[in-house]
């Protein structure tokens, strides 16, 4: 498939939110699910949310409360809303296609976005 597209990202105050997209042409199609990954600078990276081909979703604790996944099938889309930053939240944001259900092995070709960058000032 075609590396997904992320965009959003940037820089936010303590508090304040932003939403990331991740858009995958095909990602509806061949029932992939969808993680979310951060990795801070210096840091190992980590899983934050996902969301299977059912629309069934998970969290990590850190983020939980404060992140909503969510997709758009008809746009091959999952966007990754984040409320109440902190600067702990301060990390590239890369998003990954995975096989999900009965999703096909084109889910796990070229399946990681380019990553975008967020960072939270106070």
Known sequence: ?????????????????????????????????????????????????????????AYADSVKGRFTISRDKAKDTVYLQMNSLNREDTAMYSCKTVRSGLGTPFCDINSWGQGTQVTVSS
């Open 1 to 57: 498939q075609v590396q997904p597209v992320q965009s959003g990202g940037g820089s936010v105050q303590a508090g304040g939110s932003l939403r990331l997209s991740c858009t995958a042409p095909g990602f509806t199609s061949n029932r992939c699910g969808m993680y979310w990954y951060r990795q801070a600078a210096g840091k190992q990276r980590e899983w934050v949310s996902a969301i299977n081909t059912d629309g069934i979703t």
